[in-house]
C-alpha cells in the first residue's frame, strides 16, 4: 500500500523502494534526514490523533546516532500529540563518548522528559522472583547469593534460573 504524499520519505525507507546508499543518504544528509523526521513525528501524530500511543524504545545505549537525533526530534516536538516516548538503557553501558551521551544532554537543555533510574531488586524482591519462576519456596540464603551474583537484575536472575534448572 502507498504513503499518503507527505509521507514519501518514510517509502523510500522500506526496502525495494530504494537502495541501501539511498537510504544511508536519507538518515545522513541534513535536510533530507529533517524531512525524514518530519515525516516519522507526521505519523506518530496522526496515529496518536486517533488513541493515546506508547512508543517503547528499549536498549538505547546500543542505538545508533540517526536514531538517536530521531528520537530527540520527536520528543522536543512543540506538536502535543498524545505520544509517550520511553526509552530505556543500561547506564553501565553508557561512556561520555556514547552519541546516548550526546542525545541525554540535549533533553535535558530542551528539558522535554524525565529521568527515572531504577535500582535492582532487594534480597526479597528476588525471592519473590525465584518462587514466581520455580514455583517453589528459596532455601536459606539463596536469594541473597542470588542477589549478590545478579546485583538484583531482574533478567540476570532468570538467566540464572534458567541456567541452574
Do not use: C, M
Request: aromatic share 6%.
Amino acid at each position: 500500500r502507498s504513503l499518503p504524499e507527505r509521507f514519501r520519505d518514510l517509502e523510500r525507507l522500506t526496502p525495494g523502494q530504494a537502495s541501501a546508499s539511498d537510504r544511508a543518504d536519507l538518515v545522513t544528509e541534513g535536510a533530507a534526514r529533517f524531512r525524514l523526521f518530519e515525516a516519522v513525528r507526521e505519523v506518530l501524530s496522526e496515529a496518536a490523533g486517533q488513541r493515546p500511543l506508547l512508543l517503547v524504545l528499549e536498549d538505547l545505549h546500543w542505538a545508533d546516532k540517526p536514531t538517536l537525533l530521531l528520537l530527540t526530534h520527536l520528543a522536543g516536538s512543540p506538536d502535543p500529540a498524545r505520544l509517550l516516548l520511553f526509552g530505556a538503557y543500561r547506564e553501565t553501558e553508557l561512556r561520555w563518548s556514547h552519541a546516548l551521551a550526546d542525545a541525554l544532554a540535549e533533553l535535558r537543555r530542551e528539558r522535554v522528559g524525565i529521568r527515572i533510574p531504577l535500582g535492582g531488586l532487594d534480597d526479597e524482591e528476588v525471592a519473590a522472583l525465584v518462587r514466581a519462576w520455580t514455583g517453589a519456596e528459596v532455601r536459606a540464603g539463596a536469594a541473597e547469593e542470588i542477589h549478590r551474583r545478579t546485583e538484583g537484575n531482574p533478567f540476570f536472575v532468570e538467566e540464572l534460573l534458567s541456567h541452574l534448572e
